[in-house]
């Protein structure tokens, strides 16, 4: 059985996810087929879902106008996974603290934008996160922070006593970056909930 994965392609980085999630399907043994989800019509086929990095306010506009907003807060609904990266998280959050950023509510977090800086404040650090037994090198680009989780809502990983890393039901949402490095734990978490131990995850 081949998975359906669709990738955001309103705006931002969609072929890092895209290669990362179909390694991350072979990794478990699964094929992955990958759609770039530009227009509506499309989500109801997929049985994962990602929303890349980019500009939140401009991804936000765009979900809205092709009506695929609705669609992807109709994925969650059904319990089908997804994964919200950056830019994703803000978009799915349920408070952007930006009314620019028409949210999806599908994250019970608050965040606040860029926090962690601008693009020449990026980094790169060790993470610890929840269901990984060795660090995750996360990749930070202008990056949000979460300042406010639900009570449903479990905290994957923190930076500098952060929340940076959430699953709020069938979501996993990160202020990080996963496609950007080699290592797919991050996507197998998101969609398979493999063991890291296992050395195919890398």
């Given amino acids: 059985m081949t998975l359906v994965a669709g990738v955001v392609a309103v705006q931002g980085d969609v072929s890092e996810h895209a290669d990362a999630v179909r390694r991350a399907g072979r990794a478990h043994g699964e094929d992955v087929e990958v759609r770039e989800i530009r227009e509506s019509g499309l989500v109801p086929d997929c049985d994962l879902l990602l929303v890349p990095g980019g500009e939140s306010t401009t991804i936000s506009r765009l979900l809205h106008e092709e009506g695929i907003a609705t669609e992807i807060v109709a994925h969650v609904?059904?319990?089908k996974?997804?994964?919200a990266t950056c830019a994703g998280l803000i978009v799915t959050s349920r408070d952007a603290k930006d009314d620019r950023v028409d949210?999806?509510?599908?994250?019970d977090v608050s965040v606040d934008r860029n926090a962690f800086g601008r693009q020449k404040d990026s980094f790169e650090a060790p993470l610890d996160v929840e269901g990984?037994?060795?660090p995750f090198p996360?990749?930070?680009?202008?990056?949000?922070?979460?300042?406010?989780?639900?009570?449903?809502?479990?905290?994957?990983?923190?930076?500098?006593?952060?929340?940076?890393?959430?699953?709020?039901?069938?979501?996993?949402?990160?202020?990080?970056?996963?496609?950007?490095?080699?290592?797919?734990?991050?996507?197998?978490?998101?969609?398979?909930?493999?063991d890291e131990a296992d050395p195919l995850a890398r």
């Fill in 77 to 79: 609904e059904a319990g």
């Fill in 81 to 83: 996974p997804m994964l």
């Fill in 103 to 107: 949210t999806l509510d599908l994250v």
């Fill in 132 to 134: 990984l037994d060795e």
């Fill in 138 to 194: 996360a990749v930070f680009i202008r990056a949000p922070v979460i300042d406010e989780v639900g009570d449903d809502v479990a905290v994957l990983a923190t930076w500098d006593d952060r929340p940076v890393a959430v699953r709020d039901g069938p979501v996993v949402a990160t202020s990080f970056h996963p496609e950007l490095t080699p290592d797919v734990r991050v996507h197998r978490l998101a969609f398979f909930a493999a």
